[in-house]
């Protein structure tokens, strides 16, 4: 199996030498890394007095290769290298004539020039049928995928945005600020922000955490499975109420908590069966054992049965929901949590 991340370790390593190559993709989900590494390109390359002149940033659709031939040709101005950034241009859906030019400057590349095709709103999905333009990516270009970091990365990078706005976190709280708000950094630095700003105390705490940060919606549906198995059904139709205020579509929900649902079934089973947390993590591929011991903190409060008869359920109301016309969904999800909760209290 290829290794995903040995283009984004030789990145890198090519920055800190000064050895960058000339021709990039960069996609994948983590776009605060993505523009992180694109701005340490461009300070290696482009000095700022003449970035006018050498630095150019396009947007890709509609973009011709012969217009894209126009900008990485001249020769840069007072500086080693010229830097072109393009965006969104599926390199996969060109017209047969624009692929064989682009494969034909792919292989004949200007050495001073740089080309980046950052993948931004679009998705990278190459098309192996296109066999000729794979090839010539494959030989000539290096493809940089932004995932996800590590969690030992995340947290000490958690940590270090922490401490530069003046306090300190430990690690069991700041898992549960990634669980609360998600892994991604670009959704991370405000909410950070804004809990370190509410502390009052030199370090964050949880509580800091629920007072201001905006949980994503698997956190928010996973509280609200979390109180019916405590039996708290008004703080489960309080978080369902405020989810549906916010306008978020039945169905998504209803996938959601179809998800959490079948975690916390899988979460049962584990404790019936005398397994650990981290047969859990491999069941649901957690990067994290903090949502494994929630999971199975919840299941303990519940019974086989009904977690196994709450997944059969919800799989019935979603297939009723994807195939009656003008069903009510707000109101039939609704009324499946209510008939939870009280089975839950039985």
């Not at 692929?99 to 050495?111: E, G, V």
């Amino acid at each position: 199996m290829a290794d995903k991340q040995a283009a984004y370790r030789q990145l890198k390593q090519d920055i800190t030498a000064g050895t960058l190559g000339n021709l990039y993709i960069f996609h994948g989900e983590e776009t605060y890394l993505r523009e992180y590494y694109l701005s340490e390109v461009a300070k290696k390359l482009v000095p700022p007095a003449f970035a006018a002149f050498n630095a150019h940033k396009v947007e890709g659709k509609g973009l011709t290769v012969e217009a894209l031939t126009e900008l990485v040709e001249p020769l840069p101005m007072m500086a080693e290298r010229t830097l072109v950034q393009v965006v969104d241009m599926d390199l996969f859906k060109l017209p047969e004539g624009q692929r064989k030019a682009l494969i034909a400057l792919l292989s004949d590349f200007p050495s001073h020039c740089c080309l980046i095709f950052v993948y931004d709103q679009l998705p990278y999905a190459p098309n192996k049928t296109v066999k000729t333009l794979c090839k010539a990516i494959d030989a000539h270009v290096s493809v940089v995928q932004f995932d996800k970091q590590s969690r030992s990365d995340l947290l000490n990078w958690v940590t270090r945005r922490c401490k530069a706005c003046g306090k300190s976190i430990d690690n069991q709280t700041a898992e549960h600020l990634i669980f609360t708000c998600g892994s991604l950094m670009n959704t991370l630095i405000p909410e950070i922000e804004k809990v370190c700003a509410y502390a009052k105390g030199p370090a964050v705490t949880k509580g800091d955490i629920t007072a201001v940060a905006a949980p994503v919606l698997e956190a928010q549906v996973f509280d609200m499975t979390a109180a019916l198995a405590r039996r708290d059904f008004n703080r489960s139709a309080e978080i369902l109420g405020t989810l549906l205020k916010l306008q978020e579509e039945p169905i998504m929900l209803l996938a959601v908590l179809g998800k959490e649902l079948r975690k916390l079934y899988t979460a049962r089973l584990a404790i019936d069966n005398g397994l650990d947390k981290f047969w859990l993590m491999k069941q649901w591929n957690m990067r994290s054992d903090y949502p494994a011991k929630l999971a199975l903190e919840a299941a303990g409060r519940v019974s086989t049965s009904w977690a196994e008869r709450a997944v059969a359920r919800c799989q019935a109301l979603d297939v009723r929901m994807k195939s009656v016309t003008g069903a009510n969904s707000a109101g039939e999800l609704k009324q499946f949590l209510m008939e939870l909760g009280q089975e839950a209290e039985a």
